[in-house]
């Protein structure tokens, strides 16, 4: 059965791992080649078997991750837009300073980001309410304008000037996902991927009973091919969250823990633990369509 999938964010680390093939594969090119034996075609063949198979796990993470972000209910933490326009014109400013080079850029892409409102594009996209397929759109509005990097730049600039807020952090792991899903499955992807998993951490690391900052890591952390063994870590933060969940009122969003942490215990093979998870998900949620749907799979 096939899990359902929320969000975001990070399985997509895996990229680095090719990154570090590619790098070898560049510097070892220079080097004299030595005498190649049938053992060594052996290994060069499972190596080459192995780097395709986590590959192709790896393109199919991005695109699952893609269809999936921005699932978060409309009451999650925002940040402030008073202090975002500051961000954004700080921001930007110190990007034209370190990169002169940038003010030469050519005149078409330099004509689409004078005529695109950055400031109205992020205010668009901080909008509460918003529905999982408008923040996509949001987001490629501000990636086909070529404002992507001017963006990721607002939202770190915001981050390093508020590093006491959990909520700006999880906003800058949200935007690195952005230049992921950009980068596709090339070995970029892992370099932005690691970035917005560091970015979580943080945020957890001001306050380890923020939710989003916690939800975000688990999902993260699931999106990883099995062949990594990041299941049990992705599970432990999910048991914690419902755990801290209870000891807050209850939210709508809530729901959305108790569906991925049985749907981990799925795939993990232990069919009856993620039947009861749901079940319990759906005591505290009745009526929720996802859990019920995932429970009536699994009693059939």
């Not at 090719?18 to 190649?36: D, E, I, K, T």
């Not at 060594?40 to 199919?60: H, I, P, W, Y």
């Not at 049990?232 to 939210?251: D, R």
């Amino acid at each position: 059965m096939k899990p359902i999938l929320i969000l975001s964010l990070a399985a997509i680390l895996s990229a680095s791992i090719s990154f570090a093939v590619v790098r070898c594969a560049g510097s070892c090119a220079a080097a004299p080649a030595p005498a190649v034996g049938a053992d060594d075609v052996a290994r060069l063949t499972r190596a080459l078997a192995d780097s395709e198979s986590r590959q192709a796990a790896l393109a199919k993470s991005v695109e699952d991750l893609r269809a999936e972000l921005a699932l978060r209910s409309s009451q999650d933490s925002r940040v402030p837009m008073g202090d975002i326009e500051g961000a954004v014109n700080r921001a930007l400013a110190q990007q034209r300073s370190a990169d002169p080079a940038s003010e030469t850029a050519s005149k078409p892409a330099a004509a689409a980001a004078k005529a695109f409102d950055l400031h109205a594009a992020i205010a668009e996209l901080q909008a509460p309410g918003l529905s999982r397929e408008e923040k996509m759109a949001k987001w490629k509005a501000i990636a086909d304008a070529g404002a992507l990097d001017d963006a990721v730049a607002m939202f770190e600039q915001f981050a390093r000037e508020h590093p006491e807020s959990a909520a700006a952090q999880v906003e800058l792991g949200s935007a690195y996902l952005q230049k992921v899903f950009k980068a596709g499955n090339g070995p970029e992807a892992g370099v932005w991927a690691t970035k917005a998993d560091k970015a979580f951490d943080s945020g957890l690391a001001v306050d380890d009973h923020n939710w989003d900052a916690r939800f975000s890591k688990a999902v993260s952390l699931s999106f990883w091919p099995p062949v990594f063994g990041k299941q049990t870590e992705a599970i432990n933060h999910f048991e914690i969250l419902a755990a801290q969940q209870a000891q807050q009122p209850s939210e709508p969003k809530f729901a959305q823990t108790w569906l991925l942490l049985g749907n981990m215990y799925q795939q993990l093979g232990k069919s009856d633990q993620a039947l009861a998870t749901w079940q319990k998900g759906l005591a505290l949620f009745p009526g929720n369509a996802s859990l019920e749907q995932q429970i009536a799979n699994a009693q059939h």
